[in-house]
């Protein structure tokens, strides 16, 4: 295929319909996300307006739809400009260092990761994720000969997300930080590195993560609190522990939605990071299949539409959004379970947060614009 007529073909792909699968999948999560909102959060709201707490939500969906419309009608090639790439990159940077400022930067319960913007606030490091995503589609697919070798090859793929994730720390958010990387080295093997150097860097990552788990006593105690939460429970353990009881209550078809009890003053944040122990009190074990299941269909979907993209760019730009997205939505719910170490990740399409919604419907616009010439285009 000439460059003329891949163009042409192209623009051509942008007018055709995308991918009503994945569509279907988003629109479910979305339905399924703002009832559980709803259900974890009616009982704080204002007495006046049992909404307030889903209007802000809806603020953010009504301002990630925008997004939305702007990335399916933005040719993704564009953002394979450098000077794209570069842009969110120097960005998302820029926006890491701020926040750690004083008087720039909010900082909530000891961790400064927020800017605000008047009644609004936004995390930097929700920005950074998929601004390394971006960079990473960009840089493997100009250097994919080099991908062979460790040095030339893998080492300054991970400069950017090496960066991100020093600065992340720093805030502390290392559930945040920890996603930047997991997902950085899943596109590297995706762009065809080799297994034993994947390997390597593995070795690595699992030393560095235990010294930094390690290396404070606060997060020592959160790193073993997780097998024996209840032996903990006045102290790192409480949160795991309410999340656990919310879903023995469950049981198999839940107490009914805004039914469940936790959420009344015992389990601490039922609207963000613990909000899928509110799906397993209120819809029991068969809702939390239910959400498990759009899970896993939206990243095969998403993976389905990248390996059908007739370009590397489009390829691993489109796998590593749903590989964050769906990295993100699982380490959360192994948290809430207990089969991960606590820590604070929202549940993409459910935890509140409006800016976190519009960024993420925004990049999920950019794959159902690839899934247009993912399905009717061929090299």
């Not at 192209?10 to 979305?30: E, F, N, R, S, Y």
């Not at 090639?77 to 842009?87: E, I, P």
């Not at 549940?347 to 399905?375: C, D, E, K, M």
């Amino acid at each position: 295929m000439t460059g003329a007529a891949g163009a042409r073909k192209i623009k051509q792909a942008g007018k055709l319909p995308v991918d009503k699968t994945m569509v279907t999948v988003i629109v479910l999560l979305l339905l399924f996300g703002f009832i559980t909102l709803f259900s974890a959060t009616y009982f704080n709201a204002s007495t006046t307006d049992p909404f307030s707490e889903m209007r802000k939500q809806m603020l953010g969906l009504a301002l990630g739809l925008i997004a939305m419309q702007v990335t399916l009608r933005v040719p993704y090639r564009f953002f394979g400009k450098w000077q794209v790439v570069f842009l969110f990159a120097g960005v998302s940077l820029l926006l890491l260092v701020l926040v750690l400022i004083p008087g720039i930067g909010k900082s909530i319960n000891g961790s400064r990761r927020w800017i605000g913007l008047g009644p609004l606030s936004f995390q930097p490091g929700e920005v950074a994720k998929y601004a390394c995503v971006l960079f990473l589609a960009f840089f493997l697919t100009i250097r994919q000969k080099e991908m062979g070798q460790f040095f030339r090859g893998i080492v300054p793929m991970l400069l950017l997300p090496g960066l991100m994730f020093l600065i992340i720390l720093e805030q502390p958010n290392l559930s945040t930080a920890g996603t930047v990387i997991i997902v950085s080295v899943l596109m590297i093997l995706l762009s065809g590195a080799k297994w034993k150097h994947m390997g390597v860097l593995g070795v690595m990552g699992s030393a560095l993560f235990a010294y930094y788990a390690w290396s404070a006593p606060y997060r020592r105690e959160r790193l073993l609190s997780f097998t024996d939460p209840f032996a903990k429970m006045s102290d790192e353990g409480y949160q795991l522990s309410q999340s656990l009881i919310a879903f023995g209550s469950g049981g198999l078809f839940g107490m009914g939605m805004g039914q469940g009890r936790q959420k009344f003053a015992y389990l601490p944040y039922p609207e963000s990071d613990f909000i899928f122990a509110v799906v397993g009190e209120d819809f029991g074990l068969v809702g939390c299949l239910a959400v498990i299941l759009l899970f896993v269909c939206f990243l095969f979907c998403g993976l389905r539409i990248a390996v059908n993209c007739p370009d590397q760019f489009g390829c691993l730009l489109c796998a590593g959004i749903v590989t964050l997205i769906s990295v993100q939505a699982f380490i959360n719910m192994g948290v809430v379970v207990g089969i991960l170490p606590t820590t604070g990740l929202p549940l993409p399409f459910f935890s509140a947060g409006g800016t976190s919604l519009s960024i993420t419907l925004a990049a999920v616009g950019v794959v159902l614009n690839i899934s247009r010439t993912a399905r009717h285009m061929r090299v």
